[in-house]
């Protein structure tokens, strides 16, 4: 089983105040990806249950989804968004309920493709905008503003209406480590749409980068055999997944508590960090405030995350 590595957490959580601050925040209202802030509320909630739906996985080894628009190079997230808010301009009906439900495979590729740059899981993707559209008209009487009434503000409760319980209806939303959940309610708190009473229950969105650095810095650790596995970059298995990154998310979660700094913040953070200094096949050691405990700089061995890519969770 992983394991948390107190010590590194606790290192890290020393640490986390002094390079952390509001700068690192993620912009929700930059316009090149989002809608303005004077936007109807039912059609940005629409976008953002749809967009959040949309991210996961978008390049593959060999086969990077990138391309230049308006002279700007744009790669991963930053070129989804970009084609979101460009259909959201041009068309926002796209983003409806009844059309999602019924959305064509043709028209997910013409709307995600920019040359050569394309999903390779066209098919899946469909299926989950038309679970999510057909769902918000069944469930949710066509409206999403009635997943956040019916949460009454909280991320989780017993009687099963947290928002975190409420999203799980749709297919695009069960992640058992809810990366989805998690930057939804992230976009949400930022744009001032959802306030969670039981802060106690906010947790990092684990993607990617979180989990190369967990697994680098030793807060984490795996054993043997799973440690063989991410240093050769072998496929490892959903239930291998899904133990690692809920480790990976108690780690985060841990070191907030330690440090006082809010896990979207950390959250946040990491993501830059990860994009920036501790970057995939090349870190940057040298400029990183963590090097003097990190177990990857001690030990030479340096692990990207965990070879699992047929997956709609992250
Ligand atoms: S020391 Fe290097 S490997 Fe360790 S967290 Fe920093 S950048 Fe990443």
Known sequence: MPTLVNWRIASIAEILPRVVSEEHKMNVFDSRFYPKSNEPL??????????????????RPGKPYEAIIDGERLR????????????YRNNPDFFSPEH??????????????????KPVDIGLRTHLLNDLGQKIILVYSSNPKNIILLSRNYIRSLNGYGLAD??????????????KIFLLVKFLVYRGLFNPIDKENLHVAVDNHLTRIALRTGVVELEYSLSEKAVRGSPISHDEDVLIR???REAYKAMSRLSSVDPLLIDDFMW????????YDEPRCSVCPF???????????????PFYYDTWYY
């Open 246 to 248: 809920l480790a990976v």
């Open 100 to 117: 999602l439900a019924r959305v064509r495979e043709d028209e997910v590729a013409k709307w995600l493709s920019v040359g050569d740059a």
């Open 291 to 305: 090097k003097s405990f990190c177990r990857a700089y001690e030990t030479g061995v340096f692990v990207n995350e």
């Open 166 to 179: 409420l999203l799980k209806v749709f297919k695009a939303y069960q992640d058992p480590v809810e990366k």
């Open 76 to 87: 991963g997230a930053d070129l989804l968004y970009r084609l979101g808010i460009e259909m």
């Open 272 to 279: 830059y960090f990860g994009r920036s200094v501790c970057r």
């Open 42 to 59: 039912e059609q940005v909630l629409m976008y953002f249950l749809t967009m959040v739906a949309m991210d996961h996985r978008l390049s």
